[in-house]
Structure formats: structure tokens, C-alpha cells
């Protein structure tokens, strides 16, 4: 299990991976955007998301990097752009540490199958550090 940083964008992503890549002299990898993303129909996407960053990652000095635009509307402070990701192998593993950080804290998105990871959720635990905790397939 290895703790990755996640950074949030307000739809200059693609921007800060290319300006990241010539940083770091890092490759590039698949760039995921919202309208690529399987579709809710309960929830339609908006045309000003689709363009919009959903996921990619660079490898920066040895250490997997994770980049995404918010959602359209969704509220996005400069400082507070960041979460740590947590991915592990081991189902029991990845439930133990999501309730412990959720202890005293609030849950964003219980434990639940995603279209990318068959357990996946986010906390903000007690003392204000957003966490996604998945499991790796």
C-alpha cells in the first residue's frame, strides 16, 4: 500500500500536466476526461464538463501524481486542491483504514463499487486531510 497525492484543477488540468511534464521531464500517460467516463442518465453531463479532466497521473520523482479538473460549479480553493489516495489489494485492508479515518470526520462518498475500483470512497478525516481510499485492481 503507498499514499498518493491528488490534485484538483478548476479546468486548467490539462495545462498543468503538460506545464508538470516539462518539469519533471515526466511522460505523459492517458488523459480521462469527464465525457469519456461511462454516462448516469440520472445525471446528465453538462457540455462545459466533458472537456474537463476526470484522471490521469504522472510519475514525478519516483512518486505517482494524480491530476483532475473539479466538476463544473463544484466549489475549488487554491490551497485546498489536494487529497491523499490510499490504494491497496486488500479489501479488508482498504474498509479497516476508511473507518478509522472516519472516525470524527465526514464521509464524501461511502465505500462503493466505481467504474474504476470495486471499492472505493473519500473522507475528510478529523482534522481537515481529505482521504480517497480504494481498492487496487
Known amino acids: ?5 491528488y490534485l484538483y484543477f478548476d479546468g486548467n488540468c490539462l495545462e498543468a500536466v503538460n506545464f508538470y511534464s516539462e518539469v519533471f521531464s515526466a511522460e505523459k500517460q492517458k488523459i480521462l476526461t469527464f465525457g469519456e467516463a461511462p454516462g448516469n442518465p440520472q445525471f446528465p453531463l453538462p457540455e462545459e464538463a466533458k472537456k474537463r479532466v476526470i484522471h490521469t497521473f504522472l510519475n514525478i520523482c519516483g512518486n505517482k501524481v494524480m491530476f483532475s479538473d473539479t466538476f463544473p460549479g463544484s466549489p475549488f480553493v487554491i ?3 489536494i487529497s491523499l489516495t490510499v490504494m491497496s489489494k486488500d479489501i479488508d485492508e482498504v474498509k479497516s483504514v476508511f473507518e478509522k479515518l472516519k472516525e470524527s470526520g465526514n464521509v464524501k462518498m461511502e465505500l462503493s463499487e466505481t467504474f474504476f475500483s470495486k471499492c472505493f470512497g473519500s473522507v475528510t478525516d478529523k482534522f481537515g486531510i481529505l482521504w480517497q481510499v480504494g481498492l487496487e485492481h
Open 1 to 5: 500500500m503507498a499514499i498518493d497525492v
Open 79 to 81: 490551497g485546498n486542491n
